[in-house]
T-cell receptor
């Protein structure tokens, strides 16, 4: 079975400061991992994905994530937050073979001026 | 290239009414999914179809039925709507094969309110 835990339901940062959104996963096999972003009343947009190539994955809008197998983590980071980054972020795990994506409960990123 | 298209975008139902959410993808994907999104719960899988002709229950299937009409279309039916089914519904698809095989593509969402 697979599962994903987003460790913080809310993260609050000031504009221009670093962002860290934490995600841990549980999987018996090598997973594919994703981060999606959802702005208020909008659909889901792919930020980045890990599919067993480079462990440091770069995504859109300056976000990146590092796959750490020993820690079963896939934390999302950005060096400098922008007001437009305020949104809900979802970590998703999908096992190759089953292809049933499982979502974390989401982290709401709040960016203060 | 439209991607994943779902309709309607907004719907208000009375308790006990029925309705069908439609989803179609034009990317020749094998697998399709229906999720519901509720505050603080993330997205929970209702039903999925691993390939044309097959459907399986997800985490929260009660009160729903699905039909994989063909490779393109996967519909979700509420036979007798209940207020607990007030939610945002997302359809998604995955290719499963090829270089982009496991990227999840989402529709824009359907906001459903049951009164």
């Amino acid at each position: 079975a697979q599962s994903v835990t987003q460790l913080d339901s809310h993260v609050s940062v000031s504009e221009g400061t670093p962002v860290l959104l934490r995600c841990n996963y549980s999987s018996s096999y090598s997973p594919s991992l994703f981060w999606y972003v959802q702005h208020p009343n909008k659909g889901l947009q792919l930020l980045l994905k890990y599919t067993s190539a480079a462990t440091l994955v770069k995504g859109i809008n300056g976000f990146e994530a590092e796959f750490k197998k020993s820690e079963t983590s896939f934390h999302l980071t950005k060096p400098s937050a922008h007001m437009s980054d305020a949104a809900e972020y979802f970590c998703v795990v999908s096992l190759g073979g089953s292809y049933i994506p499982t979502f974390g409960r989401g982290t709401s990123l709040i960016v203060h001026p | 290239n439209a991607g994943v298209t779902q309709t309607p975008k907004f719907q208000v139902l009375k308790t006990g009414q029925s309705m069908t959410l439609q989803c179609a993808q034009d990317m020749n994907h094998n697998s399709m999914y229906w999720y519901r999104q509720d505050p603080g719960m993330g997205l929970r899988l209702i039903y999925y179809s691993a390939s044309e002709g097959t459907t399986d229950k997800g985490e929260v299937p009660n009160g729903y039925n699905v039909s994989r009409l063909n490779k393109r279309e996967f519909s979700l039916r509420l036979e007798s709507a209940a207020p607990s089914q007030t939610s945002v519904y997302f359809c998604a698809s995955i290719a499963r094969l090829g270089g982009d095989g496991n990227t999840i593509y989402f529709g824009e969402g359907s906001w459903l309110t049951v009164v």
